[in-house]
């Protein structure tokens, strides 16, 4: 007799619905998979977040390293001096020398075909300098420039500096 058994008499066919088949060994697998990795991902982002060692050094400069730039020093001289520097002979004081001249104007970037109107020695800030008037920009000023005297080719050393009108 063929005739209709029921299914659990003959084995092969399921019991249930078709997605009931598959076996659970599979599902506790995927989820021990899941679990283990969201552990996985807490456990390393909480030691990266409380990770107290510093951070490396980078290879820049440091704050010793980095020399700020000073402001200038104010003209040691009033505008009434500096003019006066017009009408009398120039005093390079320790710039005299003409090669220690031509190398400070070198290290300022200055022509040294540029006349001097007036210069005479200083001081700033207790230390020995020059101021020297150049012609300006335009013909109708002046420039007073205070150079320290250690002035040379490698570093202009410019103190102070201003433009003023001709008398």
Known sequence: MHGAQP?????????????????????????VCGVAAVLAGLGLGAVALSDTSAPPRSA????????????????????????????????????AEPQRWAACLRGLRRDPAQPILGATPVTVAGRPAVVVVFPGTRPTDVQAVTLDTGCDAAHGATLAETTLPRP
């Open 60 to 95: 820049g400069p440091t704050a010793q390293q980095i020399t700020v730039a000073h402001r200038p020093a104010p003209m040691p001289l009033s505008r009434a001096d500096i003019l006066a520097l017009l009408g009398r002979p120039a005093d390079l004081g320790a710039l």
């Open 7 to 31: 299914a659990d008499a003959i084995g092969d066919e399921p019991a249930g619905p078709a997605h009931a088949a598959r076996p659970l060994r599979w599902r506790r697998t995927a989820l």
